[in-house]
């Protein structure tokens, strides 16, 4: 035995370890020096010195992935107290102990009992002990040790997507930067070169390249056009182990698209497009439609039209369909195939946007030819003028030519033309038109003053074409000619004063002429000869087409003359002048000193030469208590009753008294129950009627009916009878309700005496004898009925 006991550990790694025991345990372990010791005695008195442990082995390698039949040596602890009598048991514990590592308690051989894997788990730390077997008292502190998983190049390259899209630009310089792919390896980078990874392009050369480290691709080729192809697939690998062989990889599947560019020009297909269009189509109207292609997509292919040049420049336009990229040829004016059959037009078409890159590639444009032919159509007539106007003298004598309109057909055969008034336009047919030649003439007298300007359509039509129709508007003014004498302008009635001065102005009077400004004014006015001297009024001529009248003379009296009548003569400035004489009443007023009018009334005087104010209200008021007298006798005389007619006591046979009072009606209801009048068989709401039989309809005989000419009222009046009677759904207007019903199950009967002399009764009136001479007619009647049979 050695002076110090040491516990070794030897890793024993299967496969790749072909050293010994000792050399294995020296390369491949740390060692450390142990911390306890002690003495013992021997069994013969000698002094045992217990040495120190010399070495621990804490550090073991276990390969991963290991597939073999038996379990792997890890590695073999021993103490150098054991002496191989096996009364050492060696203990393991710590992370897998028991399940993944196991130890042979007497010899100390660590195994591996499971396949580990270093990408779940790349080291354990486990804790080794030797004990007594017997006693399990530790001989030696616990030692700890790890055990490290050494990896294997058993983990592929992955990429961080299974597939992979990018965009590059078409026409892209080489080496432009496309995309990078990245892949990641799950082996230890740090041990050898399992996860050293090298990037190789499998699939798309040689349009794109890959760099080997870093996974970047880029463009291969020059100038790669999107419209030969657009879309490239790329297939990318990555290994590891640098590269070499042996090593593992994974791919990946890029999808790179080329995105476009303007560095194509739009291009006609054809360099001649043919059209049509017939005269009679409207401006705006679409004449055909002319393409350029270009390859181009997005707005790097959109293409705007215009004409640059033609005969047709000014007759037609074309604009830009942006939905289907065409250019659509347009007719902007009327066309006339009588006048041109044809036209030329030089179309453009251009890229709207340019990319400067590719200007060289221009220029990015293209012209074709657009004919276009001009159908003949059958168009209706055309009047010479779009409208026309017309004057005509009132008070023409019908029969007069107002003017001519004239239309022609625009074809080639020139068919005759007819000419008709529309009468919606003049109702009053004031005007008739030559059917033929167009000559508009008057039916009636115009008169300007009634109607200035007559707006009327003319119609033309082809002879052998009716639907062919053409209208003018015919405007015809009614010249004035001095045909109204001049008149007031308004009902003037003039106030003088019964103390006006000498010529004073009390009215201006101006004057209104019916007729046209060019014979109306200016206005005359002037007094008729035969008064031109009048003592009383004097006429001014403002010679502004009014005129003053002035008061000549002073002192004026209502009671002798209270109302003036002046004529006034008034003349237009017509040729030749007309005149008319107007009659302007004047009428004298008291007014004040300021000349404010006061009163007009002349009877004024009259009565405050008679009666006074207080004696007309006295007489007014007699009148009415007069009336007030009469109306209370009349109403007095209206109220009074006369009394009831009072008769014997024992005068009571054949005496009708009169009852006026009629109590409350329908709306007396405390007086008693009516519920007690109601009839049961109404409740339910039906009230059988016994005065029609509603079964059949009458229908009325015909023969009943008198002639309707008829002077026999009694005829007339029996046969509506007849009908009424034999009519069951007529209404009752002359029926007679009757109310029989007196209530059901009442104890005392019927309360009525009209059938008391013919029924069987057993009551006896004998009684009604002992009720004085009031009741003895009652008692003669309902006597003993003995008497009764006597008498019968």
């Given at each position: 035995?050695?002076?110090?006991?040491?516990?070794?550990?030897?890793?024993?790694?299967?496969?790749?370890?072909?050293?010994?025991?000792?050399?294995?345990?020296?390369?491949?372990?740390?060692?450390?020096?142990?911390?306890?010791?002690?003495?013992?005695?021997?069994?013969?008195?000698?002094?045992?010195?217990?040495?120190?442990?010399?070495?621990?082995?804490?550090?073991?390698?276990?390969?991963?992935?290991?597939?073999?039949?038996?379990?792997?040596?890890?590695?073999?602890?021993?103490?150098?107290?054991?002496?191989?009598?096996?009364?050492?048991?060696?203990?393991?514990?710590?992370?897998?102990?028991?399940?993944?590592?196991?130890?042979?308690?007497?010899?100390?051989?660590?195994?591996?009992?499971?396949?580990?894997?270093?990408?779940?788990?790349?080291?354990?730390?486990?804790?080794?002990?030797?004990?007594?077997?017997?006693?399990?008292?530790?001989?030696?502190?616990?030692?700890?040790?790890?055990?490290?998983?050494?990896?294997?190049?058993?983990?592929?390259?992955?990429?961080?997507?299974?597939?992979?899209?990018?965009?590059?630009?078409?026409?892209?310089?080489?080496?432009?930067?496309?995309?990078?792919?990245?892949?990641?390896?799950?082996?230890?980078?740090?041990?050898?070169?399992?996860?050293?990874?090298?990037?190789?392009?499998?699939?798309?050369?040689?349009?794109?390249?890959?760099?080997?480290?870093?996974?970047?691709?880029?463009?291969?080729?020059?100038?790669?056009?999107?419209?030969?192809?657009?879309?490239?697939?790329?297939?990318?690998?990555?290994?590891?182990?640098?590269?070499?062989?042996?090593?593992?990889?994974?791919?990946?599947?890029?999808?790179?698209?080329?995105?476009?560019?303007?560095?194509?020009?739009?291009?006609?297909?054809?360099?001649?497009?043919?059209?049509?269009?017939?005269?009679?189509?409207?401006?705006?109207?679409?004449?055909?439609?002319?393409?350029?292609?270009?390859?181009?997509?997005?707005?790097?292919?959109?293409?705007?039209?215009?004409?640059?040049?033609?005969?047709?420049?000014?007759?037609?336009?074309?604009?830009?369909?942006?939905?289907?990229?065409?250019?659509?040829?347009?007719?902007k004016k009327l066309l006339d195939f009588e006048t041109k059959k044809s036209y030329s037009l030089k179309v453009e078409a251009a890229n709207v946007h340019i990319d400067p890159k590719f200007i060289s590639n221009g220029p990015f444009k293209d012209t074709v030819t657009v004919k276009i032919s001009v159908e003949d159509a059958d168009e209706p007539p055309v009047f010479l003028k779009p409208s026309y106007i017309f004057e005509v003298q009132e008070n023409a004598a019908p029969g007069t030519v107002v003017g001519k309109v004239h239309a022609k057909d625009p074809d080639a055969a020139n068919s005759a033309i007819r000419y008709s008034i529309d009468r919606h336009t003049d109702l009053e047919r004031y005007f008739m038109i030559n059917a033929e030649d167009g000559n508009i003439k008057t039916i009636k007298a115009l008169d300007r003053e009634e109607i200035a300007w007559h707006n009327i359509s003319v119609f033309a039509v082809e002879v052998h074409k009716q639907h062919q129709e053409a209208k003018v508007p015919v405007a015809i003014k009614v010249v004035d000619v001095n045909d109204n004498a001049p008149k007031f302008a308004a009902a003037y009635e003039a106030f003088v004063c019964e103390n006006a001065r000498s010529n004073q102005q009390f009215i201006t009077i101006s004057a209104d002429d019916k007729d046209d400004s060019a014979n109306g004014p200016r206005f005359i006015f002037s007094l008729p000869p035969e008064i031109i001297h009048n003592p009383n009024f004097t006429l001014r001529d403002n010679r502004d087409n009014t005129a003053s009248v002035l008061v000549r003379r002073e002192g004026f009296s209502r009671q002798k003359q209270d109302l003036y009548l002046l004529p006034i003569v008034i003349s237009d400035g017509g040729l030749p002048p007309m005149s008319s004489t107007n009659t302007l009443t004047i009428r004298v007023c008291g007014c004040d000193s300021n000349g404010s009018l006061l009163s007009c009334n002349a009877e004024a005087y009259v009565l405050n030469a008679g009666l006074s104010t207080g004696a007309l209200v006295a007489i007014l008021a007699c009148i009415v208590i007069l009336l007030v007298i009469v109306v209370l006798f009349v109403t007095l005389k209206r109220q009074k009753k006369e009394p009831l007619i009072v008769f014997e006591e024992e005068d009571v046979r054949e005496n009708i008294i009169t009852y006026d009072d009629e109590g409350g009606g329908e709306e007396d209801t405390e007086a008693f129950d009516i519920a007690t009048l109601q009839n049961p068989d109404g409740i339910n709401g039906f009230i059988p009627r016994k005065d029609i039989k509603p079964e059949y309809q009458y229908m009325p005989r015909p023969g009943l009916r008198p002639a309707p000419n008829s002077v026999d009222v009694d005829d007339f009046i029996n046969t509506r009878i007849q009908e009424a009677d034999n009519d069951p759904t007529a209404p009752p207007y002359d029926s007679i309700q009757i109310y029989g019903y007196e209530g059901r199950g009442s104890v005392a009967g019927s309360l009525s005496s009209l059938e008391s002399a013919t029924t069987d009764s057993d009551l006896d009136y004998d009684y009604l004898q002992n009720w004085g001479p009031r009741f003895k007619k009652l008692a003669d009647l309902y006597g003993s009925k003995d008497t009764f049979d006597d008498d019968s």
């Open positions: 035995m050695k002076e110090d006991n040491c516990l070794h550990a030897a890793l024993i790694c299967l496969g790749m370890l072909c050293y010994s025991h000792a050399v294995t345990a020296e390369k491949l372990n740390h060692t450390r020096p142990s911390l306890h010791g002690h003495h013992e005695k021997g069994k013969e008195g000698q002094v045992l010195h217990r040495s120190k442990r010399g070495w621990v082995w804490n550090q073991f390698f276990v390969i991963e992935e290991y597939t073999g039949p038996d379990p792997v040596l890890v590695g073999r602890l021993h103490s150098d107290i054991d002496s191989g009598d096996g009364n050492i048991k060696y203990i393991l514990s710590g992370e897998g102990a028991g399940i993944i590592f196991v130890i042979d308690d007497k010899s100390g051989n660590i195994h591996a009992t499971k396949t580990l894997d270093r990408e779940e788990r790349a080291q354990y730390t486990l804790t080794a002990q030797a004990v007594d077997r017997n006693t399990n008292r530790p001989l030696e502190p616990p030692s700890e040790f790890i055990v490290k998983v050494q990896d294997i190049n058993d983990n592929p390259p992955e990429f961080l997507h299974e597939n992979y899209h990018a965009n590059v630009p078409e026409r892209s310089n080489v080496g432009t930067s496309v995309i990078q792919v990245t892949a990641s390896d799950a082996d230890d980078p740090t041990y050898g070169n399992s996860a050293k990874l090298v990037y190789s392009i499998l699939e798309g050369q040689p349009y794109f390249s890959v760099e080997a480290q870093t996974g970047i691709i880029r463009t291969a080729l020059p100038n790669m056009d999107r419209e030969a192809k657009e879309e490239y697939h790329v297939v990318i690998q990555a290994k590891d182990m640098g590269g070499h062989m042996g090593g593992l990889s994974g791919t990946t599947k890029v999808t790179i698209t080329l995105t476009d560019v303007n560095d194509n020009p739009p291009k006609f297909p054809q360099s001649v497009y043919q059209m049509s269009v017939s005269e009679a189509a409207v401006p705006g109207e679409e004449v055909g439609r002319v393409k350029a292609k270009d390859p181009d997509i997005g707005e790097n292919g959109l293409v705007a039209y215009s004409i640059i040049d033609g005969d047709g420049v000014d007759m037609f336009e074309i604009t830009t369909d942006y939905e289907t990229q065409e250019g659509v040829v347009k007719l």
